[in-house]
């Protein structure tokens, strides 16, 4: 039994060190990247993120859809990545000594009636980025379509708080999640009302968007979010008990 204890204590140690390790991601990875959306990123709006109007939202144009591969059921919305064109690789299409950071805020889908390696850039089990065109040009030319490059996972940077926009209808709130900085994506969130006894769990809905199964209208809400490097923070009473669907309410708390 002994034994057992040292192995588990052993397999959790070292499930420790590895998820330190993913969300730090110090080594560059190989995929390709495409644009979408037009010079003025206008196309790129909305997303199966849920973000809406990345202008208003603060994410502009550095934005991204990702593959199947990278997107994981919307569990990477909100992650930055910076990238720099391979030029080892392809010289032709490559801008030198630049790269560009980006944040997921898109699912490219596959296509199925293309091959992988001629148009369905998207498909399974390609690693593959769908850039807004003004960010893919930081790094690429034009004309070349599409470019191979080395990636990473970075921490986001965002001015400001969490902000967190409340819709859906009674006993259905669907919270969106925006302006996350840190690791960027979500982990697990939790909704307390004013007048409830404890915390309730959310349940990932789509994208950034999380949802409870609860009465809550006339009730400050709380919320206690949880980042996917572990990290939590209890945002109390972000959204005053005179709170209305369709609303946004911004916190003064932000994640590192």
């Not at 979408?36 to 196309?43: E, K, M, R």
């Not at 909305?46 to 502009?60: D, E, I, K, V, W």
């Not at 550095?62 to 919307?74: C, P, Y």
């Amino acid at each position: 039994m002994a034994g057992a204890y040292v192995c588990a204590a052993v397999l959790l140690a070292l499930g420790c060190a590895l998820a330190v390790a993913a969300a730090e991601q110090t080594e560059w990875l190989r995929a390709h990247a495409t644009f979408y959306g037009g010079a003025d990123a206008s196309g790129t709006m909305g997303g199966a993120c849920g973000y809406g109007n990345l202008y208003a939202q603060g994410y502009g144009t550095r934005t991204a859809a990702l593959s199947t591969a990278l997107f994981n059921n919307g569990a990477s919305c909100g992650q930055c990545y910076k990238l720099v064109c391979d030029r080892k690789t392809d010289r032709t299409w490559c801008k030198p000594g630049v790269s560009v950071t980006i944040t997921v805020t898109n699912f490219c889908p596959p296509n199925w009636d293309l091959p992988s390696d001629n148009g369905g850039w998207c498909n399974p089990p390609r690693p593959h980025f769908d850039m807004a065109q003004p960010a893919w040009e930081k790094i690429g030319i034009y004309r070349g379509g599409i470019i191979p490059v080395i990636y990473k996972r970075v921490p986001c940077v965002k001015r400001g708080g969490v902000r967190f926009s409340i819709n859906g209808h009674d006993y259905f709130e669907l919270v969106l999640v925006t302006n996350v900085a840190g690791p960027g994506s979500i982990k697990a969130m939790d909704i307390k009302g004013s007048k409830s006894a404890g915390w309730m769990p959310m349940a990932h809905n789509w994208g950034a968007n999380w949802h409870s199964l609860a009465y809550h209208n006339g009730q400050g809400l709380s919320f206690r979010v949880t980042i996917t490097d572990g990290q939590t923070i209890v945002f109390a009473n972000v959204v005053p008990p005179n709170w209305k669907f369709g609303q946004t309410f911004a916190s003064n708390l932000q994640f590192k």
